[in-house]
């Protein structure tokens, strides 16, 4: 059963701990299951008498402890504060507790339903990695996506260390495509931690976040105000809270510009590829195809931003490095972002 059903069935009062986007789609799924939800409470820092989400009134966690001998708690925002986590390890020891899986794009849910619809592509994708540790971080996963619950998400953890000192080979890569680049904070890491590095194509498509990252000025890094995607044009973005873009959602828009990677290096080697690109992996690959091909380069493709992305990625990339090792790592996070597919050359 997974969390949903069990959320439906339960008798237990269900509280939200947090607001926003993440508690919005919490409470779009409970209108799917008919789940009532009992309140929504935020962190003491955050709490202001008479504030309201969603018609409800935003309380604190002590008031539902008075109002309640037990009810369920539901974390509804993401994050990878330390003391964050950890007052939501001290509620956890106290209360039931889960983190829902809900997409960071689209609207498909990993229940039941879909991983019996998809269970063959994802033990095909899962059988696809290279290492046990992969594969243990992947059961995990799918795991922690049914259930919510923390114990599968902390199983799923590595530390990054471990991805720069033994899968990574950083002395061969001279050059780099950064998709995704943000204000530059990758491009920054590359230049730290590959000391034959020359040259970074960073690729970032949001307007505030390029002017961030043009403020650089380590020459190697060569700002290019477009995404990464299929093909070049013009796409109408709605500019969201948070770290990116989304498509065709309604709110505040803007006209951003894409292109594929292929025709910005323009045939030029690259060694490395880094694709975050906030739901458009897929589209930026195959704008990738040619240089990957010419090049075989290593690659990192993030796989948390859409439900599908965690098994129909791996097999696409498969297929396209059939002779590159896949190694899935994720970093410390509530709920399961920073899923990464480090995609190696096998003679590196």
Same mark, same amino acid.
């Given at each position: 059963?997974?969390?949903?059903?069990?959320?439906?069935?339960?008798?237990?009062?269900?509280?939200?701990?947090?607001?926003?986007?993440?508690?919005?789609?919490?409470?779009?799924?409970?209108?799917?299951?008919?789940?009532?939800?009992?309140?929504?409470?935020?962190?003491?820092?955050?709490?202001?008498?008479?504030?309201?989400?969603?018609?409800?009134?935003?309380?604190?966690?002590?008031?539902?402890?008075? %109002?309640?001998?037990?009810?369920?708690?539901?974390?509804?925002?993401?994050?990878?504060?330390?003391?964050?986590?950890?007052?939501?390890?001290?509620?956890?020891?106290?209360?039931?507790?889960?983190?829902?899986?809900?997409?960071?794009?689209?609207?498909?849910?990993?229940?039941?339903?879909?991983?019996?619809?998809?269970?063959?592509?994802?033990?095909?994708?899962?059988?696809?990695?290279?290492?046990? %540790?992969?594969?243990?971080?992947?059961?995990?996963?799918?795991?922690?996506?049914?259930?919510?619950?923390?114990?599968?998400?902390?199983?799923?953890?590595?530390?990054?260390?471990?991805?720069?000192?033994?899968?990574?080979?950083?002395?061969?890569?001279?050059?780099?495509?950064?998709?995704?680049?943000?204000?530059?904070?990758?491009?920054?890491?590359?230049?730290? @931690?590959?000391?034959?590095?020359?040259?970074?194509?960073?690729?970032?498509?949001?307007?505030?976040?390029?002017? @961030?990252?043009?403020?650089?000025?380590?020459?190697?890094?060569?700002?290019?105000?477009?995404?990464?995607?299929?093909?070049?044009?013009?796409?109408?973005?709605?500019?969201?809270?948070?770290?990116?873009?989304?498509?065709?959602?309604?709110? @505040?828009?803007?006209?951003?510009?894409?292109?594929?990677?292929?025709?910005?290096?323009?045939?030029?080697?690259?060694?490395?590829?880094?694709?975050?690109?906030?739901?458009?992996?897929?589209?930026? *690959?195959?704008?990738?195809?040619?240089?990957?091909? @010419?090049?075989?380069?290593?690659?990192?493709?993030?796989?948390?931003?859409?439900?599908?992305?965690?098994?129909? *990625?791996?097999?696409?990339?498969?297929?396209?490095?059939?002779?590159?090792?896949?190694?899935?790592?994720?970093?410390?996070?509530?709920?399961?972002?920073?899923?990464?597919?480090?995609?190696?050359?096998?003679?590196?």
């Amino acid at each position: 059963m997974d969390l949903w059903k069990y959320l439906k069935n339960t008798d237990k009062p269900i509280v939200i701990y947090g607001m926003g986007n993440g508690a919005d789609k919490i409470l779009s799924v409970f209108d799917h299951y008919g789940i009532k939800c009992a309140g929504i409470f935020a962190s003491d820092d955050f709490y202001r008498p008479g504030k309201c989400f969603q018609g409800m009134a935003v309380e604190r966690y002590s008031d539902f402890c008075s %109002r309640y001998e037990d009810f369920i708690v539901l974390v509804s925002f993401a994050t990878s504060i330390a003391e964050v986590r950890e007052n939501i390890l001290r509620i956890a020891a106290e209360r039931e507790l889960y983190a829902p899986c809900v997409p960071v794009y689209g609207d498909t849910l990993f229940n039941d339903e879909y991983y019996e619809e998809h269970k063959a592509d994802i033990l095909c994708a899962r059988e696809l990695l290279y290492d046990e %540790r992969s594969k243990e971080i992947f059961d995990n996963i799918i795991s922690y996506r049914l259930s919510g619950k923390l114990e599968y998400l902390f199983g799923a953890e590595s530390d990054p260390c471990e991805v720069w000192e033994d899968i990574l080979d950083v002395q061969k890569y001279v050059s780099i495509a950064d998709c995704g680049a943000y204000t530059g904070d990758t491009a920054a890491e590359f230049i730290q @931690k590959c000391p034959n590095v020359k040259r970074i194509y960073a690729l970032e498509p949001d307007p505030k976040n390029f002017k @961030k990252l043009t403020a650089n000025e380590d020459e190697r890094i060569i700002p290019i105000n477009k995404g990464a995607w299929d093909k070049a044009e013009s796409v109408e973005f709605n500019m969201g809270a948070g770290r990116g873009a989304a498509q065709g959602k309604k709110g @505040k828009t803007v006209m951003l510009d894409f292109d594929t990677l292929d025709n910005v290096t323009d045939g030029e080697a690259i060694d490395y590829i880094k694709y975050d690109v906030e739901g458009a992996e897929l589209k930026a *690959l195959t704008g990738s195809e040619e240089t990957i091909k @010419k090049h075989s380069p290593d690659l990192l493709v993030s796989l948390y931003h859409r439900t599908e992305d965690i098994f129909e *990625l791996v097999m696409y990339v498969h297929r396209l490095c059939p002779c590159h090792r896949l190694y899935l790592r994720r970093f410390s996070y509530i709920p399961d972002w920073d899923i990464n597919l480090y995609v190696i050359k096998e003679d590196s």
